[in-house]
């Protein structure tokens, strides 16, 4: 299986940006999404989840209200729209497929980089 993400660029504070992160090689709908990000010099942080239905969706308190986790399981795609970007926000944002049972694998994509900066 495998993870490829994209939409990671450059964007000044107040901007928005939409990752996307599409899955081969696995049943993307039995498995709940997630969106890490990380900094330089700190640890990866839990963003968001996304149950496999979609139907249930959490985040981190410090992007609530800002970023939005969705899928689109037709597409085997999972997005992380990211409204009012802060220079916090700046990191490498991975995908990872987390498997709802024991059997299966769990999945991670490389990253993509996301700048906020004037």
């Known amino acids: 299986g495998q993870l490829v993400e994209s939409g990671g660029t450059l964007v000044q504070p107040g901007g928005s940006l939409r990752l996307s992160c599409v899955a081969s090689?696995?049943?993307?709908?039995?498995?709940?999404m997630r969106w890490f990000r990380q900094a330089p010099g700190k640890e990866r942080e839990l963003v968001a989840t996304i149950v496999s239905s979609g139907g249930v969706t959490s985040y981190a308190d410090s992007v609530k209200g800002r970023f939005t986790i969705s899928r689109d399981n037709a597409k085997n795609t999972v997005f992380l729209q990211m409204n009012s970007l802060e220079p916090a926000d700046a990191a490498v944002y991975y995908c990872?497929?987390?498997?709802?049972?024991?059997?299966?694998?769990?999945?991670w994509g490389q990253g993509t980089q996301v700048t906020v900066s004037s």
């Open positions: 990872n497929a987390r498997p709802l049972f024991i059997w299966q694998n769990e999945y």
């Open positions: 090689g696995f049943t993307f709908n039995r498995y709940n």
